[in-house]
C-alpha cells in the first residue's frame, strides 16, 4: 500500500533512509574494517585476484554503474568498465582473465542484463548480479551476488534502487580495497561515513519543500539541463533520466565541463540548468562552469551545500543537500533530483507511478 503517500513513488523516495540501512544490514564488519556479503561466493584469495570489474546494466541501473565505477576504482583501485547491457550482449569485447562481471538489476528480470550475463558466463568469466528481487532470473543465472533487500519498488521510475545500489557498490569498494591498500583506520572510517548516510538522507529529504517551490517555477520548461563532475556526473545523467521518464520534458545530463564543447548553444533564457554543486575536490571548477551557464543568461538551480554564500551569489534558486564524503554525494544528491521530477511531473498532470509507454521491467530485448 502507499502508507498515506499520494504515490508510490513518492512512498520509495521516503522509504530511503530505512532502505540504505536495509543494504547495510549485517554488511559491515567493524571487527576487521571491512564489508562482509554472504553470496558473493568468492574466496579472498579469488577476491584478491580480481583485475577488472564490469559492470553492466539497463536505464537508472546502469547510472549506479557509472557511480560504481568511480567508487570501486577509488576506494579499491581496481579498473572498471562500464556497459550497457544491451551493447555488451552482441559488441564481443575481449575480456581479460581475472575479469569479473557485475549484472546491476532493480527487478531481475531485464532481457538485456540476463543476455549480457549469460554470454559473459558462457564464456567461462565470473558473473555476480546486483539486483532487489530475490530468485528472480538474474540472481538464478548469476554465480552469486548481493541483494539490495530494498523491499518491493512499484513506481515505475526507480528511486531506492538506485540508492541501494550505490550503496552495495560502495561496500563493494571497501571490501575489494581493504584486501588490497585500503588500511584498518581507513576502512573503519568508511563505515563510520556510511552508517551515517541514512540520516544524510533523511536529512535531504527536508528540501521537499524548497524543491516544490522550484518545480513550481519550471514545470513549463521546454529543455533542463543537468550538470556535475566526477561522483556528481552520474548523479546528472540520473536526475534528466528522471525528469524525462515522469513529466515528458526533455532533459540532458552532462559532465558539466563539457558544455562548453556544444551543449551550452541551448541555453537561453528558457532552458534551466540543475547544477550539483556540493563542496568538494571540483567545486571551484564547477562554481566557473555554472558561471559560464548565468552568464549566458541561463536560470540556474544549484543543488549546494548550506551556508554558501558563492552559490548563492550565482545561482537562482538554490536547494540545500548535507556535506557527506563525496564517495557518497550521489547517494544524497539523487534526492533532491527525484523530488525534483517527482513534483514537475505532478503539476503537469502526469501519471507519476505509470508513464506512458514504459513498464517496470523490461522482459524484451
Ligand atoms: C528508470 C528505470 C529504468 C530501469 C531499467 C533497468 O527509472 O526504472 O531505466 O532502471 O529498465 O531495470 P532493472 O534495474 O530492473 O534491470
Known sequence: ??????????????????????????????????????????????????????????????????????????????????????????????????????????????????????????????????????GSSIAQAADGGVYLYAGPEIGVASTKAFTSQCCVLAMLGLYFGRLRHLSFER????????RQLPNAIQQTLGCNEQVRDVAQKYQNASTVL??????????A????????????????????AEMKHGPIALVDKETPSVFIIPRGTTYTKVMANMEEVKARGGPVIALANEDDPQVQAVADDVIHVPQVPEFLQPIVNVVPLQLLAYHIALLRGCDVDKPRNLAKSVTVE
Open 226 to 235: 543537468y550538470l556535475g563532475r566526477q561522483f556528481n556526473f552520474p548523479t
Open 237 to 256: 545523467l540520473e536526475g534528466a533520466l528522471k525528469l524525462k521518464e515522469i513529466s515528458y520534458i526533455h532533459a540532458e545530463g552532462y559532465p558539466a
Open 187 to 194: 576502512g573503519k572510517q568508511i563505515i563510520e561515513e556510511l
Open 1 to 134: 500500500t502507499r502508507e498515506g503517500f499520494e504515490h508510490y513513488m513518492l512512498k520509495e523516495i521516503y522509504e530511503q533512509p530505512e532502505s540504505i540501512r536495509n543494504a547495510m544490514r549485517g554488511r559491515l564488519d567493524e571487527e576487521n574494517a571491512t564489508a562482509v556479503f554472504g553470496g558473493l561466493n568468492l574466496t579472498p584469495q579469488q577476491s584478491r585476484m580480481v583485475e577488472r570489474i564490469i559492470l553492466t546494466g539497463c536505464g537508472t541501473s546502469w547510472h549506479s554503474g557509472l557511480v560504481g565505477e568511480y567508487l570501486i576504482e577509488d576506494l579499491a583501485r581496481i579498473p572498471v568498465s562500464v556497459e550497457y547491457a544491451s551493447e555488451l550482449r552482441y559488441r564481443n569485447p575481449p575480456i581479460e582473465n581475472n575479469t569479473l562481471v557485475f549484472g546491476i538489476t532493480q527487478s531481475g528480470e531485464t532481457a538485456d542484463t540476463l543476455a549480457a550475463l549469460r554470454e559473459t558466463k558462457r564464456k567461462g568469466h565470473r558473473t555476480l548480479a546486483i539486483c532487489n528481487v530475490v
